[in-house]
């Protein structure tokens, strides 16, 4: 299958300082890719969906000012989350569809603490 | 607007075990439905991908079935053995859109 990498794996940063996440599609083109942030025994919830040259759609009761996501090329988008705070420490996972958007592929997912 | 919700939310078998892993959705318009795996601290994998027109996948021990008009899906694991001890999730696509919709997951336990 198609292989989605996300860098880093784990991030442990200060309070009120911005952390970048990588999300690249391997082996294919990404027009679209999701950020999802998962809570400890909870489901994943979608934050927002990011097509490569144009602007991300968030969720409702996502801030986009604090969660910037920039999709740059066809197979990388960047999620940037802003002056963090302890509650924003979670496990955030991206995945790409492939063309037509049949199936999901997902990366590894990244830990982020802040302290 | 799409739910999905799985039962049970966590399951102990002993190795060798079939087992059935169950999943409804209250949108019957769905596109397609996935399986996935996750490990502890780790991403997804994907197991299986059921087509709207499809009502059943196979791959391995693994057996995914689609039933759109009861709105249930099930994954049916033959002769389990520890190493399938993980969290099984399984998401609809929202019909008209690529998103995905998740739910909660069953843990899932196999003992030696």
């Known amino acids: 299958g198609a292989v989605v990498s996300q860098h880093p794996s784990r991030v442990i940063c200060k309070s009120g300082t911005s952390v970048k996440i990588e999300c690249r599609s391997l082996?294919?083109?990404?027009?679209?890719m999701f950020w999802y942030r998962q809570f400890p025994k909870q489901s994943l919830m979608l934050m927002a969906t990011?097509?490569?040259?144009?602007?991300?759609?968030?969720e409702q009761g996502v801030e986009k000012d604090k969660f910037l996501i920039n999709h740059a090329s066809l197979t990388l988008s960047t999620l940037t989350v802003t002056s963090a705070h302890p509650e924003d420490s979670s496990f955030y996972i991206c995945?790409?569809?492939?063309?037509?958007?049949?199936?999901?592929?997902f990366g590894q997912g990244t830990r982020l603490t802040v302290v | 607007k799409q739910e999905v919700t799985q039962i049970p939310a966590a399951l102990s078998v002993p190795e060798g075990e079939n087992l059935v892993l169950n999943c409804s959705f209250t949108?019957?318009?769905?596109?397609?439905l996935q399986w996935f795996r996750q490990d502890p601290g780790k991403g997804l994998t994907s197991l299986l991908l059921i087509q709207s027109s499809q009502r059943e996948q196979t791959s391995g021990r693994l057996n995914a079935s689609l039933d759109k008009s009861s709105g249930r899906s099930t994954l049916y694991i033959a002769a389990s053995q520890p190493g399938d001890s993980a969290t099984y999730l399984c998401?609809?696509?929202?019909?008209?859109?690529?998103?995905?919709?998740f739910g909660k997951g069953t843990k899932l336990t196999v003992n030696p």
């Open positions: 998401a609809a696509y929202k019909g008209g859109s690529e998103k995905l919709v």
């Open positions: 995945s790409a569809t492939t063309l037509g958007g049949t199936e999901a592929f």
């Open positions: 949108d019957s318009a769905i596109y397609n």
């Open positions: 990011s097509n490569e040259g144009s602007k991300a759609t968030y």
């Open positions: 082996d294919f083109q990404a027009t679209t």
